[in-house]
């Protein structure tokens, strides 16, 4: 296969001598008879299963908004579709980690550990896309006053934008002069696909002059008037077309891009563990993360399931262009509504114009819509809307984490609903309403190496496969780049084989140089482990070293694992060393 192919080659002067000559060693004795461990050196279960497992984020508040602490998976009924779930574990509110030690150079990583240290995690997202431009500075200003104000020892927030695609404004940190530097440096843009309402101007066909006309009698001018009235018409008619079309031009590529943002903080996010808010400072909700129009069921009603909001059910049964545009986003729309379920990532759209006089209701019902799916809450039409970013930090004290196996195994693509209750009186429940039953590497058209891509142009390192890498120079490796990875193995998903596990994972190095690609190399891992070793590698990490050849001067190296079986994938970029 590949395990055992230019290991040796590896760094003897760095301070991971011992833990890679350790690694050496079990994989070479994976080739060795199995020999059964006793059952003391096993430990937990923490790999990813083939079985799917279900897992749900509840905050639990009392009548004034706080913590409900002490709670035991005994307090709490799990039902899916309205038949209770046996609940497999619970976890209770999480307090701060203390930071590991600082890599070595040449170290790389994108595990849990070193992209978020601390507690939980919150991410503060500015959508230029899809606001105003004068309400993107009333945002800005409101986030500064937060942070100077509100922001506590022990939070862990980053600033992204949306301003034609994710950026990244600031990284996760916890110290709040570096937010608020990285705030006071965001310049609010012109709104590029601005929101149209697709009516013509009053007017707009006057370069038809139907008095102008020379008339020689009355039924001559009776004539020229009527025909002068069908062209105003027809004029009128073909604008009114125009704007629709140009209007679902612009809904269609403000979908897209909050599409491609969201999708790509799921990447960023989903390997912290947790509980993680993304917080939606936005003047528009441009897609619902139910995307077909359909009548909610009287059960579904009466347990207040997702529905589209008035605006969009409206619109998009009587405006084809918008219709069509929703359509051809529904599948894209239900797979993000299952990876945002998947890595417990809960919204908290916050409207970022702030109290309105504006009867535009529905576009807030749209903010509370997504907030509802996804188990956050939605702030709308208030002055002070760094009080709703202040809730989304109070949420992740309250946060319980439920984990279970549906009962249904079928992963059939349909919308599960969830409902969660507390054997406790006076107690408030928030958490998302349900999930889609999606397998990501089962859907219509999937490509694993379509997702590679997604994740090395991400903005910052994906997550959902942890690894650490060191990059070893040309110079230091016999005129090579040496690449070296060592994958959590935890983060991998393994089938059972013939007593022990099997494993399929794929590595990628590429160079890039100003933007444009160099030398790449990629090399797969698809093999079974008897069981003794596959525990070991469980403790210690799955290692490769790959060469390739050296890319020109100032290039960096977009490095991805990806696991086959999930097609979840982690990446890290790092420089090469001269």
């Excluded at 240290?117 to 503060?124: A, E, K, S």
């Excluded at 020689?216 to 009235?229: E, P, V």
């Excluded at 399931?305 to 894209?332: D, F, K, N, Y």
């Excluded at 891992?525 to 008897?530: A, W």
């Amino acid at each position: 296969m590949v395990m055992r192919p230019n290991i040796l080659r590896l760094w003897q002067r760095s301070t991971w001598t011992a833990i890679i000559l350790l690694l050496i060693t079990l994989l070479i004795v994976s080739s060795l008879p199995a020999q059964a461990p006793s059952s003391a050196e096993l430990p937990p279960p923490t790999i990813r299963v083939s079985t799917h497992m279900v897992v749900v984020d509840v905050v639990v508040t009392d009548k004034q908004g706080k913590a409900v602490q002490g709670l035991h998976a005994e307090d709490f009924i799990v039902e899916e579709n309205g038949k209770q779930q046996k609940i497999a574990s619970l976890t209770t509110p999480t307090e701060n980690n203390a930071a590991p030690p600082a890599l070595p150079p040449g170290i790389y990583s994108n595990r849990a550990q070193y992209r978020s240290p601390g507690g939980p995690v919150t991410v503060l997202l500015l959508d230029a896309v899809n606001t105003a431009f004068k309400d993107q500075a009333y945002a800005r200003f409101q986030m500064l006053k937060f942070v100077k104000e509100n922001f506590k020892p022990g939070d862990r927030m980053g600033v992204f934008t949306l301003t034609g695609g994710l950026n990244v404004l600031q990284d996760l940190t916890d110290d709040p002069q570096i937010l608020y530097t990285a705030l006071q440096h965001y310049k609010p843009l012109q709104q590029q696909y601005a929101p149209s309402n697709g009516a013509p101007p009053t007017g707009s066909a006057g370069a038809i002059d139907s008095g102008s006309a020379p008339v020689s009698d009355a039924a001559t001018s009776g004539a020229l008037a009527a025909g002068a009235t069908r062209l105003v018409d027809i004029a009128e008619g073909a604008l009114a077309s125009f704007q629709n079309v140009n209007s679902g031009y612009d809904d269609d590529r403000r979908t897209v891009l909050t599409l491609d943002a969201l999708n790509s903080l799921s990447r960023i996010l989903g390997g912290i563990p947790g509980r993680k808010n993304i917080i939606w400072v936005t003047g528009d909700m441009p897609l619902s993360l139910i995307p077909e129009d359909r009548q909610p069921s009287k059960e579904e009603q009466l347990e207040e399931l997702p529905s589209m909001s008035t605006r969009r059910v409206g619109q998009h049964s009587t405006a084809s262009v918008e219709a069509t545009t929703r359509t051809l986003h529904a599948e894209e729309i239900r797979e993000l509504a299952a990876r945002l379920s998947s890595t417990q990532i809960a919204i908290y759209p916050v409207d970022a114009r702030g109290l309105t006089a504006s009867d535009d209701t529905d576009s807030q019902e749209e903010m509370r819509s997504i907030a509802r799916e996804t188990g956050g809450r939605a702030y709308v039409n208030q002055n002070e809307i760094k009080a709703g970013v202040q809730r989304a930090f109070d949420d992740q004290t309250a946060a319980y984490t439920i984990a279970y196996y549906p009962e249904n195994k079928k992963y059939d693509g349909k919308y599960r609903s969830i409902k969660v209750k507390v054997k406790r009186d006076g107690v408030e429940v928030q958490n998302r309403r349900g999930y889609f039953a999606i397998d990501p590497t089962q859907v219509k058209g999937y490509n694993p190496q379509d997702e590679v891509l997604r994740a090395t142009t991400d903005v910052t390192a994906s997550t959902m496969v942890g690894f650490t890498a060191q990059v070893v120079p040309a110079s230091a490796n016999k005129g090579k780049v040496g690449v070296t990875f060592l994958v959590d193995a935890t983060t991998l998903a393994a089938e059972d084989s013939g007593g022990g596990k099997h494993i399929n994972v794929s590595f990628y190095a590429t160079a890039f140089t100003n933007g444009k690609m160099g030398p790449s190399v990629s090399q797969k891992v698809d093999r079974s482990f008897d069981d003794k070793t596959y525990q070991q590698i469980l403790r210690h990490g799955l290692l490769l070293h790959m060469d390739m050849d050296p890319p020109p001067p100032n290039s960096r190296l977009h490095l991805a694992v990806q696991d086959s079986r999930t097609g979840l994938v982690g990446t890290i970029n790092a420089p090469i060393a001269q």
